[in-house]
Nanobody
Framework: QVQLVESGGGLVQAGGSLRLSCAAS?????MGWFRQAPGKEREFVAA????????YYADSVKGRFTMSRDNAKNTVYLQMNSLKPEDTAVYYC?????????????????WGQGTQVTVSS
């Protein structure tokens, strides 16, 4: 059983930046970030392959968010720049033990408890 702990959320003004971290209790492979705004379904944000060579982003964050990983620390990151009020949500980290890059919510086996990101206008 892998445990995931997110950190780095907070309140920021529009146009600002935040860096989220997700620390895993063990080795993981495909990892992703999802978010859920009030009254909305959880949606895909970004995913990264086991070695960090491949990433994939939702159109809404492409060019503004960057996902990376440090396997020596069992940690993934989400650098969020040019934040917009519509980015406000609880951000969740997800992990899976398969090598393929996964972008579908239902395919992930492990989830963190989430970290709140609030962007003020």
């Amino acid at each position: 059983q892998v445990q995931l702990v997110e950190s780095g959320g907070g309140l920021v003004q529009a146009g600002g930046s935040l860096r989220l971290s997700c620390a895993a209790s063990g080795r993981t492979f495909s990892m992703g970030w999802f978010r859920q705004a009030p009254g909305k379904e959880r949606e895909f944000v970004a995913a990264i392959s086991w070695n960090g060579a491949n990433t994939y982003y939702a159109d809404s964050v492409k060019g503004r968010f960057t996902m990376s990983r440090d396997n020596a620390k069992n940690t993934v990151y989400l650098q969020m720049n040019s934040l917009k009020p519509e980015d406000t949500a609880v951000y969740y980290c997800a992990a899976d033990n398969r090598l393929v890059l996964i972008i579908t919510l239902d395919e992930y086996d492990y989830w963190g408890q989430g970290t709140q990101v609030t962007v003020s206008s």
